[in-house]
C-alpha cells in the first residue's frame, strides 16, 4: 500500500484557526509522505532565509498566546503542523511511518528516540498530540530561550539540568509518574546532546525505566533530521538542507518486562536498523557524517 501524500498548496488561511480534526496529518497506517510540490526560486536560492522567517514569526504568535494562557493543546498542534508545512515549502520532504502503533494505544506511553536536531522538538508534536496528550523531557536551558521559553512552559514539560545525572534521573522518576498517572505521554532523548553520531554506548535507559515504574509502555522512534543542521556559532540557527530528507519510524509499543534489559536493547536495534536503512551506516554514527540519503 501506497503511503498517503498531502498537498498543502493554495491555502493562506493561518495555520493557527484552521480547525483541528481527529488528525492533523492525513496518513494512513502506512504513513505520511509529503507531495511534490513547484518550490519558488527564492525559498530554492534561500531556503533557510525562507524556513527562519517563518519559524520567527510563528514563534512570535505562539508567544503570545502562552504568556495570556491560550496556548492548548490544539495549539500546540497546529504551530507544530505549521513548522512542518514551513519546511516543506522551502523544498524539506518529510516522510512518517509506524503512526498506526500510536493511534492503536489506549494508555499513555514513552517515546523514547535518537536526538539530531531541534527539528524533531518542534515537529513532533503534530505527529502525536492528535494521538495522545504528550510532552518532553527537556533541557532546563530551554525554558529560558527568549520568546521559546514561553511555549515550551505551557507544556509543562520535565526540565532536567544535564549537569548531575543522579539528580536528573530522580526529576524524571518522580515528574514522569505525576505527569504518566495524568494521563499524559513523555518524549525522552537519552542521548546527552542533539549530534548525527548514534552510539548505543551513551544512549541511557532514563526512558525504559520510567516506563518500567509507571507500567507503561514504550515506544521506539528512529528519526533522521539533519536536514536542519545544528548551527556552528548557535546550535538551534543552523543551515536548512532541502536535498537531506526527514524522516520518522514508530515502533511497536513494547511493555517493560523485570529491569528492562530486553527493551532497551531492541530499541536500540529499531534506530540502528532504520538508520541502515535510510543510508547512515555504523561508520557515520562515529564521525557523524552520513554516508548516503
Request: hydrophobic share 40%; with cysteine; charged share 25%.
Amino acid at each position: 500500500m501506497e503511503l498517503q501524500t498531502c498537498d498543502t498548496r493554495g491555502s493562506n488561511e493561518s495555520p493557527l484557526k484552521r480547525p483541528l480534526g481527529n488528525k492533523l496529518l492525513p496518513y494512513t497506517a502506512d504513513g505520511y509522505r509529503t507531495v511534490s510540490r513547484e518550490i519558488s526560486l527564492w525559498a530554492r536560492s534561500f531556503p533557510s532565509l525562507g524556513f527562519y522567517a517563518r519559524l520567527i514569526v510563528l514563534l512570535w504568535k505562539c508567544s503570545s498566546l502562552a504568556k495570556r494562557s491560550r496556548y492548548d493543546d490544539e495549539a500546540w498542534g497546529r504551530s507544530s503542523l505549521a513548522v512542518l508545512h514551513a519546511l516543506e515549502n522551502v523544498g524539506v520532504k518529510v516522510e512518517i511511518t509506524g503512526a498506526e502503533h500510536l493511534q492503536r494505544l489506549n494508555t499513555p506511553c514513552v517515546v523514547i528516540g535518537n536526538h539530531m536536531s531541534l527539528l524533531e522538538t518542534l515537529v513532533l508534536p503534530c505527529i502525536i498530540q492528535p494521538e495522545m496528550k504528550v510532552t518532553f523531557v527537556v533541557k532546563e536551558s530551554l525554558l529560558r530561550y527568549p520568546v521559546f521559553r514561553h511555549v515550551m512552559r505551557s507544556r509543562n514539560p520535565i526540565a532536567v539540568s544535564r549537569n548531575n545525572a543522579r539528580q536528573d534521573f530522580r526529576t524524571v522518576l518522580e515528574d514522569g509518574m505525576e505527569r504518566l498517572a495524568q494521563g499524559v505521554s513523555i518524549i525522552v532523548f537519552p542521548q546527552t546532546t542533539r549530534t548525527l553520531s548514534f552510539e548505543p554506548a551513551q544512549f541511557n535507559t532514563m526512558g525504559v525505566k520510567l516506563a518500567q515504574k509507571a507500567g507503561v509502555p514504550v515506544v521506539p522512534l528512529a528519526l533522521l533530521t539533519h536536514a536542519w543542521e545544528n548551527g556552528r556559532y548557535f546550535k538551534d540557527l543552523g543551515k536548512i538542507n532541502p536535498s537531506e530528507r526527514v524522516r520518522f519510524a514508530f515502533g511497536e509499543p513494547l511493555p517493560v518486562r523485570g529491569r528492562g534489559t530486553d527493551e532497551h536493547q531492541a530499541i536500540l536495534r529499531f534506530i540502528q536498523t532504520k538508520l541502515n536503512e535510510w543510508g547512515l551506516e555504523r561508520d557515520s554514527w562515529q564521525t557523524g557524517k552520513p554516508s548516503g540519503k
